[in-house]
């Protein structure tokens, strides 16, 4: 036998299994480092997820209307900024849950900071724009306590707040939805391995408020501004100028002046008669009282109210109570300064920001 041969192969056939034995080694230390890549890359995004479930989490809260989950959820634990918004009266709860449950949301951009634990997450929402809604429930509650006044009833501030509430319910039935969107982004910090926004913005109570806050206050604001148009003289919005007759025709009611004619008031003074024919729009019983305010004069000088001499059914006519569809002949009596042109001024009385107004001139001689 050939020893040196024999000693040749197995020198030869040595190497490769050294060979084989290091790559064996490379391949473990690559699936170590790639597994350990792997896991800070795992990590990182599990970590990143967390911010964004809390954001939505929040969101939830507020579709539902669950005021302690998202109280939960903020790290500053405030809920002030709920304080003047309507959401929190038990009276108009079931309405808000109603408008808060139609709203969507989509996660948009976030930044997350894993170093200092902050984050903020960017969130598109659409929701509900209440204006439409708030605008019929206000112009319908102001007819109402009106009508109610006059027949000498006074609510308690209980019973307003339930008659707007029932309202607002009604309202929301008969309204089409409309929806706008908005962009919030919230931003959040980890406290106590818990991340959380840091507090309740503004914007968020007004998706909430359906672009609203206190119905109250938007009463209060627009009889505030009819009192300051009834005393200043001012039209708050005023059809074109083309429009120069008293004739008004809404979903509420139609007015038009049919005539008018100058005769004697109770203390023997010049008064002015003017005859519209009123046509009640709505669903239900109305009145001119209550739909139409009406005004008169002369110079620029706000003419007054007259009591005329004569006996005229139609001057009834204004506080009568009218059938939906149905049409009657209403009186309007104004005691007059001299013979100078008069100018007419209609709107309607409890119009929602103001409304329109029409305006006509007429001559007495």
Request: with cysteine.
């Given at each position: 036998?050939?020893?040196?041969?024999?000693?040749?192969?197995?020198?030869?056939?040595?190497a490769p299994?050294?060979?084989?034995?290091?790559?064996?080694?490379?391949?473990?230390?690559?699936?170590?480092?790639?597994?350990?890549?792997?896991?800070?890359?795992?990590?990182?995004?599990?970590?990143?997820?967390?911010?964004?479930?809390?954001?939505?989490?929040?969101?939830?809260?507020?579709?539902?209307?669950?005021?302690?989950?998202?109280?939960?959820?903020l790290q500053?634990?405030?809920?002030?900024?709920?304080?003047?918004?309507?959401?929190?009266?038990?009276?108009?709860?079931?309405?808000?849950?109603?408008?808060?449950?139609?709203?969507?949301?989509?996660?948009?951009?976030?930044?997350?900071?894993?170093?200092?634990?902050?984050?903020?997450?960017?969130?598109?929402?659409?929701?509900?724009?209440?204006?439409?809604?708030?605008?019929?429930?206000?112009?319908?509650?102001?007819?109402?306590?009106?009508?109610?006044?006059?027949?000498?009833?006074?609510?308690?501030?209980?019973?307003?707040?339930?008659?707007?509430?029932?309202?607002?319910?009604?309202?929301?039935?008969?309204?089409?939805?409309?929806?706008?969107?908005?962009?919030?982004?919230?931003?959040?910090?980890?406290?106590?391995?818990?991340?959380?926004?840091?507090?309740?913005?503004?914007?968020?109570?007004?998706?909430?408020?359906?672009n609203f806050?206190?119905?109250?206050?938007?009463?209060?604001?627009?009889?505030?501004?009819?009192?300051?148009?009834?005393?200043?003289?001012?039209?708050?919005?005023?059809?074109?100028?083309?429009?120069?007759?008293?004739?008004?025709?809404?979903?509420?009611?139609?007015?038009?002046?049919?005539?008018?004619?100058?005769?004697?008031?109770?203390?023997?003074?010049?008064?002015?008669?003017?005859?519209?024919?009123?046509?009640?729009?709505?669903?239900?019983?109305?009145?001119?009282?209550?739909?139409?305010?009406?005004?008169?004069?002369?110079?620029?000088?706000?003419?007054?109210?007259?009591?005329?001499?004569?006996?005229?059914?139609?001057?009834?006519?204004?506080?009568?109570?009218?059938?939906?569809?149905?049409?009657?002949?209403?009186?309007?009596?104004?005691?007059?300064?001299?013979?100078?042109?008069?100018?007419?001024?209609?709107?309607?009385?409890?119009?929602?920001?103001?409304?329109?107004?029409?305006?006509?001139?007429?001559?007495?001689?």
């Amino acid at each position: 036998m050939d020893t040196n041969n024999q000693e040749v192969y197995e020198e030869q056939s040595a190497a490769p299994r050294r060979k084989k034995k290091k790559k064996k080694g490379w391949i473990i230390f690559l699936i170590i480092l790639i597994l350990a890549v792997a896991g800070g890359t795992g990590f990182y995004f599990m970590q990143r997820q967390k911010p964004i479930s809390a954001t939505e989490d929040f969101l939830e809260n507020m579709r539902a209307m669950n005021f302690d989950g998202m109280k939960n959820l903020l790290q500053s634990n405030d809920m002030s900024a709920l304080d003047n918004a309507d959401i929190t009266s038990d009276a108009y709860s079931s309405f808000f849950m109603k408008i808060n449950e139609k709203m969507t949301y989509k996660i948009g951009k976030t930044n997350f900071h894993i170093q200092n634990g902050t984050a903020s997450v960017t969130v598109h929402i659409n929701y509900i724009d209440g204006a439409d809604i708030y605008k019929e429930t206000i112009s319908e509650f102001l007819k109402q306590i009106v009508s109610t006044a006059f027949s000498g009833t006074t609510l308690t501030e209980e019973e307003t707040q339930q008659k707007l509430a029932s309202l607002l319910e009604e309202k929301s039935g008969s309204v089409e939805d409309k929806f706008t969107s908005i962009d919030i982004t919230y931003p959040l910090i980890e406290a106590d391995g818990k991340w959380k926004i840091v507090s309740l913005d503004a914007d968020t109570v007004k998706v909430m408020s359906a672009n609203f806050t206190n119905v109250q206050d938007e009463i209060n604001q627009s009889l505030a501004e009819m009192n300051n148009s009834e005393n200043a003289g001012v039209e708050a919005t005023v059809t074109p100028a083309e429009t120069t007759s008293i004739d008004m025709d809404n979903d509420h009611f139609t007015l038009r002046l049919k005539e008018f004619r100058v005769t004697q008031a109770i203390d023997d003074s010049d008064c002015l008669l003017l005859y519209c024919d009123y046509t009640n729009n709505s669903s239900s019983s109305s009145s001119a009282l209550v739909d139409v305010q009406l005004s008169a004069k002369q110079n620029g000088e706000k003419l007054s109210p007259a009591v005329p001499k004569e006996d005229e059914p139609a001057i009834d006519n204004y506080i009568a109570e009218v059938e939906p569809g149905s049409t009657v002949t209403v009186c309007y009596a104004f005691s007059l300064n001299d013979k100078s042109d008069v100018t007419l001024e209609a709107s309607e009385a409890f119009a929602f920001g103001g409304g329109n107004v029409t305006s006509q001139t007429i001559k007495l001689q």
